[in-house]
């Protein structure tokens, strides 16, 4: 292998591990802040879960787009 190979795959496999640990991140600042709210505001639990619901799926799908676009 060349070093230009090497370095292309590096590059993927770090563009995978960033995109993970922020996706990671990013859905347990979800949990944290709709768990939070939730204790203030009992009663717009439901709202709070549907709106949770659709950022972790944004999240999982920026992460499966940055997966896609790092692999090759």
């Not at 949990?31 to 999240?59: D, M, Y």
Request: no cysteine; hydrophobic share 55%.
């Amino acid at each position: 292998m060349t070093l230009l190979n090497v370095l292309a795959e590096i590059n993927g496999n770090l563009t995978g591990a960033v995109a993970a640990i922020g996706a990671t991140i990013g859905i347990g600042l979800i949990g944290s802040k709709a768990a939070e709210s939730t204790g203030r505001n009992p009663s717009a639990s439901g709202k709070v879960l549907a709106i949770s619901i659709v950022l972790a799926a944004l999240i999982e799908g920026a992460l499966i787009i940055a997966l896609l676009l790092g692999a090759k």
